[in-house]
């Protein structure tokens, strides 16, 4: 059973092919509004979310299709102690497709080791988040119209931020890319992440200042300090503000900067740069819908449980 844990887990062949069927879908929904009739997404969110959940869950409905959910944890048999594999087994009996978003780190391998259906990592804990990741490459490939020779900068909290570590790894298998990890001492990419950059021999460096480098960066990807996973509040208090962007700065920046963020957001972009017109964060959340879309067709379509797909027209 084919599930998607990690973006890694998708060639750079599938995800041009998932950018083919997003662009499809936008062009012409309604040759895809039934083709999931009848069929059903469970969305097991273990964690606070609104864009991640909604957009799974729109991308069912426009497909045609239902869904069952969990919004919280305090709300499913996780608060009587039920094991994520114990739920997993349950739900695959009801439900298609999972969508499943989990505080701890393996929660979504664990739950498609276990499932009878397809099920996706909609983020567990402080690793992974594939799917925000396919809304950030749709969004960078309409932006930029190209996934090489980019100076990718990535600001904040990039221990904890999740979408980061996927979009690195994403973003890492395509030629001609630097990457600008800008983060507070205490904030920098996880080992494992940095790795994937040393053994690939990506050109890469750290910084705690982003004004010194904003204006070498064709995308930069500002994140929110990740409280929910700090040990003590005064750390967290202490970091949060670490990285405002504000108007001042983007004059330092190129004009076409893509200003990346995959929300929610705090205090880290001033809403002054939403009329910006390099200011990208909200076309990722559509961007997002349209990617789960072709994913849901994609895995339900491997899966057997969807005989066919409308056949794409090619523009
Ligand atoms: C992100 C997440 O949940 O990791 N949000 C999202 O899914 N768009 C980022 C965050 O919470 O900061």
Sequence with gaps: MRSVIDILDLSTEELSELIKTAED?????????????????????????????????????????????VSSAGSSSAAKGESVADTAKTVSCYADIIAMRHPKEGAAYVAAQNAGVPVINAGDGGHLHPTQTLADLLTIWREKGRFTGLTIGLCGDLKFGRTVHSLIAAMSRYEGNRFVLISPEELKVPSYVKNILK????????????????????????????????????????????????????????????????????????????????????????????????????LLYEAGTLKELPERSRA
């Design 25 to 69: 879908i936008i062009a012409n929904p309604e040759k895809y509004q039934e083709v999931c009739r009848h069929k059903k997404l469970a969305t097991l969110f273990f964690e606070p979310s609104t864009r991640t959940r909604l957009s799974f869950e729109a991308a069912m409905y426009e497909l045609g299709g239902n869904v069952l959910s």
């Design 199 to 298: 053994e690939q021999n990506i050109p890469y460096e750290q910084t705690e200042d982003l004004m010194s480098v904003i204006g070498d960066l064709d995308i930069l990807y500002m994140t929110r300090v990740q409280r929910e996973r700090f040990f003590n509040e005064e750390d967290y208090l202490r970091l949060k503000d670490s990285y405002i962007l504000t108007p001042e700065k983007m004059n330092e920046a190129k004009a076409d900067l893509a200003v990346m963020h995959p929300l929610p957001r705090v205090n880290e972009i001033s809403v002054a740069i939403d009329k910006d017109p390099r200011a990208c964060y909200f076309k990722q959340v559509l961007n997002g819908k349209y990617m789960r879309m072709a994913l849901i067709l994609k």
